[in-house]
């Protein structure tokens, strides 16, 4: 059972156009929610990320969004450029105990920005 | 952010080994943790290495399988055992970071077992 979905795999885009990605979520204990970059042969790199609490944070030309009553988050770039091409992971943070928390990850959308 | 050095970056490796992947951290830290990802698939927590004490492990990964260990707040290894060609995957460390609740991931291992 997949906790966190995302269902595009793949999404192109022209240099300077809006990226929108999406991920959704089924489990209401989740209390933060982080986004991944990923180049080929490199360990996925912190992005943005957003609390249970707010419906927006915002960094440069990301924008993440948070529909708690759909259980669905969102990733906006804009604008897009060409080395924003990559694999995005949505993830999202839920407690375990004691002082730990564990992330579950989406399958990852891959972004191709088209110069 | 700490910064994370994994070792080996991709093997290939025969059936019926193991293989260990080390992975340094540049700062102390309390947990650490090790991910699969297989082809196609979601990254997936293997475990979790506190220093000092035995790891927990996520359902569906057995200490047989998957043994870990973490000698100090810097260093930790996986290592994956009697290996069969579904263990190819990258595998991936990571530590948690402080600063808007992000965690910093190792550049992975791939690992293709024939």
């Known amino acids: 059972d997949q906790q966190v979905k995302q269902n595009s795999p793949s999404l192109s885009v022209q240099e300077g156009r809006i990226s929108i990605l999406n991920c959704d979520y089924t489990?209401?204990?989740?209390?933060?929610f982080l986004w991944y970059k990923k180049y080929p042969a490199e360990g996925p790199t912190f992005l943005i990320s957003?609390?249970?609490?707010?419906d927006k944070n915002e960094d440069g030309r990301f924008t993440v969004f948070l529909n708690k009553s759909a259980k669905h988050l969102s990733l906006h770039i804009v604008p897009s450029q060409p080395g924003d091409s990559a694999v995005y992971f949505c993830?999202?943070?839920?407690?375990?105990?004691?002082?730990?928390?564990?992330?579950?990850f989406g399958k990852g959308t891959l972004l191709t920005v088209n110069p | 952010s700490a910064v994370i050095s994994q070792k080996p970056s991709r093997d290939i490796c025969q059936r019926g080994t193991s293989l260990t992947i080390q992975c340094q951290v540049d700062?102390?830290?309390?947990?650490m943790f090790w991910y699969r990802q297989q082809p196609g698939q979601s990254l997936t927590l293997i475990a979790t290495?506190?220093?000092?004490?035995?790891?927990?492990?996520e359902s569906g990964f057995v200490i047989d399988k998957f043994p870990i260990s973490r000698p100090n707040l810097t260093f930790s290894t996986l290592t994956v055992s009697n290996m069969s060609p579904e263990d190819s995957s990258i595998y991936l460390c990571?530590?948690?970071?402080?600063?808007?609740?992000?965690?910093?991931f190792g550049s992975g291992t791939r690992l293709t077992v024939v």
């Open positions: 990571s530590v948690r970071t402080v600063a808007e609740y992000g965690y910093t």
């Open positions: 489990n209401s204990m989740f209390d933060y």
């Open positions: 957003i609390s249970s609490i707010k």
């Open positions: 993830a999202a943070r839920i407690y375990s105990g004691g002082s730990n928390y564990k992330l579950t």
């Open positions: 700062s102390q830290v309390t947990m």
């Open positions: 290495a506190n220093q000092g004490s035995e790891a927990t492990y």
